[in-house]
């Protein structure tokens, strides 16, 4: 699986929209993005997932660059709730390699008031 | 509500002692992960199965064993042989279909003194 770098924090203000970087310079074609929170002392949660395309749901948004080597996740209007750890993975998706993942560092976030 | 429970979620032993970690899930999910966490890091898989009574060792897996007898259930047996046991320890389902997110339970704490 490629490998991702994040920064290791980040803060922002409640209200207004988080926009979260990831690089993965060395992924290939069929490896897809995906992201996951943490928020402390719990499991982690399902965000995103995307290949090309950018994607979005009730969470976030996703955007990856036209080459693929880095992508944004976007929480659109922060809340304190959203202070959390964010991972960004990249992964390959196919039937013998399994749903496993590799969780890297990842972000924390601090949502201010 | 469908889910995953992990119990308990404190856990305490001495050292020497085995102890058996309980996940249970009832999202009728063929996989199902352990993975193990310690301070400011990220995941680690530890094992995971991809069908009943089969699974595959993480990438630490040295002092753990697991078991899958049943669909809903894989508990996670750390043993003596494992040298730092302390940590957090956090159970995932998904199902089969490559790129499927992995749901997580709220994880165990185990201290071993």
């Known amino acids: 699986d490629a490998k991702t770098t994040q920064p290791p924090s980040m803060d922002c203000a409640e209200g207004r929209a988080a926009n979260l970087p990831c690089n993965h310079s060395t992924i290939s074609g069929n490896e897809y993005v995906y992201w996951y929170r943490q928020i402390h002392s719990q499991g982690p949660q399902y965000i995103i997932h995307g290949l090309k395309n950018n994607e979005t749901n009730e969470m976030a948004s996703l955007i990856i660059t036209e080459d693929r080597k880095s992508s944004t996740l976007i929480l659109p209007h922060a809340t304190l709730r959203d202070t959390a750890v964010y991972y960004c993975?990249?992964?390959?998706?196919?039937?013998?390699?399994?749903?496993?993942?590799?969780f890297g560092g990842g972000t924390r976030v601090l949502v201010k008031p | 509500d469908g889910g995953i429970t992990q119990s308990p979620k404190y856990l305490f032993r001495k050292e020497g002692q085995n102890v058996t970690l309980s996940c249970e899930q009832n999202l009728n999910h063929d996989a199902m992960y352990w993975y193990r966490q310690d301070p400011g890091q990220g995941l680690r898989l530890i094992y995971y199965s991809q069908i009943v009574n089969d699974f595959q060792k993480g990438d630490i897996a040295e002092g753990y064993s697991v078991s899958r007898e049943k669909k809903e259930s894989f508990p996670l047996t750390v043993t003596s042989a494992q040298k730092n046991p302390t940590a957090f320890y956090l159970c995932?389902?998904?199902?089969?279909?490559?790129?499927?997110?992995?749901?997580f339970g709220n994880g165990t704490r185990l201290t071993v003194t």
């Open positions: 993975i990249v992964r390959v998706v196919g039937a013998a390699a399994g749903n496993k993942l590799t």
């Open positions: 995932a389902s998904s199902i089969s279909r490559g790129g499927s997110p992995l749901h």
